[in-house]
């Protein structure tokens, strides 16, 4: 890979115009323009959630994964598949609304199946009760992916496989980041899934402004939520 010819401060005021963004139309033609840029970007920006999951994961299922479906919901451009690749699994679906990051995706070689489609406002286009694993990745916030995805990630879970999600705890964030977490509590109450990890991490990735921390660092915290989906379960609203 090239060096990055930005700075941090040039990363810091595209991502603040990514978290900005409302129509989804606009987010994802935003991503279209920075593939080529995104990895080396999220890289000054110290954005470590596609390890933090993926190892996440990893520790809940240590057995049989070089056998394991997984599914890899707004996947950019593959680093939540590359590595889990790192980690023992090896068949992957993925599904993201960016033609050009799906680009870049598919050129990694590591998805068996790639999908473009907009998540979050119609049912995910795939079967239920599919995969042993379905991830989202740094795209559960305002502007990205909505919290009405939740059941479908549920829904296309075989019973006892596991969903992985994060979201920021950044200021801009605290909003969706409460109404994310009703939607998992409400479907835990019916009891659709089972608490594994929920884990908040402080040094998430950096800050984008200084408004956006609470305290006085540069990075903002996320969170990690892992649940297991009870055997026998459906979604009913
Ligand atoms: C910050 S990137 C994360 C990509 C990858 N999971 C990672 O961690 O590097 C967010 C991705 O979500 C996709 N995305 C955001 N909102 C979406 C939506 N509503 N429908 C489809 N894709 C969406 C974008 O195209 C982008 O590839």
């Known amino acids: 890979m090239a060096d990055n010819p930005r700075t941090l401060a040039d990363v810091q005021r595209t991502v603040l115009a990514v978290h900005k963004m409302s129509a989804i139309k606009c987010t994802l033609s935003f991503y279209d323009t920075w593939y080529e840029l995104y990895e080396q970007d999220v890289k000054l920006l110290d954005y470590r959630a ?24 707004a996947c950019g451009t593959g680093l939540v598949a590359m590595q889990l690749q790192k980690l023992g699994f090896c068949n992957f679906h993925g599904l993201d609304g960016s033609e050009r990051m799906l680009q870049l995706a ?43 995805v939740v059941p479908e990630l549920h829904r296309v879970t075989k019973p006892g496989g596991f969903v992985c999600m994060t979201t920021r705890i950044n200021v801009s964030n605290q909003l969706y980041k409460s109404q994310l977490q009703a939607v998992i509590e409400k479907m835990e109450q019916k009891g659709l899934w089972v608490k594994v990890i929920v884990q908040e991490i402080e040094q998430w990735e950096k800050a984008t402004s200084v408004h956006e921390t609470e305290q006085d660092s540069t990075y903002i915290p996320g969170v990690i939520y892992i649940y297991q989906k009870s055997k026998g379960s459906e979604f009913k609203k």
């Not at 990694?108 to 079967?127: A, H, N």
């Not at 991830?135 to 919290?147: F, K, R």
């Open 50 to 73: 596609p390890l933090l999951a993926s190892m996440s994961l990893a520790d809940v299922m240590p057995e049989d994964r070089d056998q394991a479906l997984i599914l890899d919901v």
């Open 106 to 148: 598919e050129s990694k070689s590591v998805y068996q199946t790639l999908q473009k489609c907009i998540i979050g406002t119609e049912s995910l286009p795939l079967s239920s009760d599919t995969y042993d694993a379905v991830l989202i990745v740094g795209a559960l916030s305002e502007g990205q992916v909505p919290c009405t």
